[in-house]
């Protein structure tokens, strides 16, 4: 096989055969690489990168080249059988002795996946002191719960953690888990999807069943949010995804449901644990401001980004006893700081009332709101995405609207403070 000067493999013309149609010519992708001469194609060696495309068209089989072509990848087949996998569970995540909302709200959208599969909601939990949470669990919809209680559970430790969930995904079999796309849950979910070799989708927006194959569809933003993706687990087992809180909505507690709970064994693993010294609890940053917690949300977009409106924009969240959030257009003019940030790269917010006064409503700031009870948009242009999504708008220049809705807000409250 010839070589160029490059030590690449390069394809060889015989001349004798070559019927000079130029079909190669035509389909070598390097210009210049080949040309005819005297009715016969030649091939410039230190010009051909050894594709072989002239090879395949080549009709009178005049081109030699022996490369040996990468072969296409099969996909691979998962090692286990899938059909032993059932049920949907969710990661009870726990929270200073409490479940964390973002369980609830997980256990709420797999009460509906189930339904199409015609199978039980799993609990997964771990932790010390934990069957109130148990009982929580079902009491939110799950059908059973599995629990690991030990004190070496108390506090998160990514290893034993990781160890523990694999175990109980080992020994349960659910064919779906979904976990809390929290510091904690993200951590936890990667360390357990490749203990249990299988795929994680991050930070889902959307989680539905196939109709056909009853595979889990899970979406989420790609290529900076600018498309979203439904990724499928076909070949392994369980199929796993995070979800960020207050994507999903928060299901009705029934204290009257009834489930099972039932304890499984946990071994430690043998290697030295770490020594918790002293836990640092988390500051609560902006003056005790946490946007994911308001019931009313006052967003302030790039339309109305300006330090000297700013106050009427929070008088206005005052009034309906909300607080103020922003797109990171806000967040990059300094104006506000990243804390107050909605949105794909910010917080994910479902307040009863959403109320965006100049914002357009990007892809990546709707995926952080989009699940708001009622939302409002105050934007002089019609045609803008968040106008078309919003439960009422507002069209015209906020400067204008706004303090007519203070106005309005103010004229109730007296009348309700005259009214006793
Ligand atoms: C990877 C990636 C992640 C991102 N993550 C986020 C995120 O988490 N959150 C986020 O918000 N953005 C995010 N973005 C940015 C996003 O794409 C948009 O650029 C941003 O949301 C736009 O902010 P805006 O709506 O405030 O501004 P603009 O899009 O500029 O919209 C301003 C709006 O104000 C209206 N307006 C103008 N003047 C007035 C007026 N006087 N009165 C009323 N209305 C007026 C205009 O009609 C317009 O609709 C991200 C982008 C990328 C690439």
């Given at each position: 096989?010839?070589?160029n ?20 010519i035509?389909e ?9 001469e005297g ?8 010009k051909?990168v050894?594709c072989?495309?002239?090879?395949d ?6 081109i ?11 996909a ?30 997980l ?37 059973i ?6 004190p ?25 888990v ?11 979910a ?23 194959e009853k595979l ?6 790609t ?8 990724i ?35 071994q ?11 836990f640092?609890?988390?500051?609560l940053?902006l ?22 409106h ?6 206005l969240a ?11 257009a806000v ?5 506000l700081p990243?804390m ?23 892809v ?14 105050i934007n002089?242009?019609?045609?803008a ?5 919003a ?11 706004v303090?007519e809705?203070i ?5 109730r409250?007296k009348?309700r403070?005259r009214q006793?």
């Amino acid at each position: 096989m010839p070589k160029n000067s490059k030590g690449r493999e390069i394809a060889e013309i015989i001349p004798d055969k070559c019927i000079g149609c130029q079909l190669c010519i035509g389909e070598c992708p390097v210009k210049g690489a080949m040309r005819m001469e005297g009715g016969v194609a030649i091939i410039d060696p230190d010009k051909c990168v050894g594709c072989g495309k002239c090879v395949d068209v080549c009709p009178a089989n005049s081109i030699l080249f022996e490369k040996v072509r990468k072969k296409k990848v099969e996909a691979e087949k998962g090692p286990q059988p899938i059909d032993e996998y059932r049920g949907v569970a969710v990661f009870i995540e726990v929270h200073q002795g409490k479940g964390a909302d973002v369980a609830w709200e997980l256990v709420g959208k797999a009460r509906e996946l189930a339904a199409k599969l015609d199978t039980q909601v799993i609990g997964l939990l771990l932790g010390k002191g934990i069957e109130p949470i148990a009982k929580e669990a079902i009491a939110y919809g799950c059908d059973i719960v599995y629990m690991m209680d030990n004190p070496v559970l108390e506090i998160y430790l990514s290893k034993v953690y990781g160890k523990a969930l694999t175990s109980l995904c080992q020994q349960v079999k659910p064919a779906i888990v979904l976990l809390g796309a929290t510091p904690l849950g993200r951590d936890l979910a990667s360390i357990a999807a490749t203990y249990l070799k299988t795929g994680l989708t991050a930070d889902c927006t959307g989680l539905d069943i196939d109709d056909e194959e009853k595979l889990l569809l899970m979406t989420r933003p790609t290529f900076g949010g600018n498309i979203m993706a439904t990724i499928l687990c076909r070949n392994y087992r369980p199929q796993m995804s995070t979800v960020r809180p207050r994507v999903m909505k928060m299901p009705k507690k029934d204290p009257e449901r009834r489930g099972e709970i039932r304890l499984l064994d946990f071994q430690p693993p043998r290697d030295e644990l770490p020594r918790v010294l002293e836990f640092i609890p988390r500051k609560l940053e902006l003056g005790g401001v946490d946007i994911t917690k308001a019931s009313v949300l006052v967003v302030v977009g790039r339309g109305a980004c300006n330090s000297r409106h700013l106050p009427m924009l929070e008088e206005l969240a005052h009034l309906l006893g909300g607080a103020v959030g922003c797109s990171r257009a806000v967040v990059e003019s300094g104006l506000l700081p990243y804390m107050r940030q909605v949105g794909q790269t910010g917080k994910t917010v479902a307040p009863k009332l959403y109320i965006g006064v100049g914002v357009s409503g990007a892809v990546q700031h709707l995926v952080g709101m989009q699940t708001s009870e009622r939302i409002i948009a105050i934007n002089t242009d019609r045609h803008a995405p968040m106008v078309q999504i919003a439960d009422y708008a507002l069209i015209g220049d906020y400067l204008q609207v706004v303090p007519e809705l203070i106005k309005g807000l103010e004229a109730r409250i007296k009348e309700r403070v005259r009214q006793g």
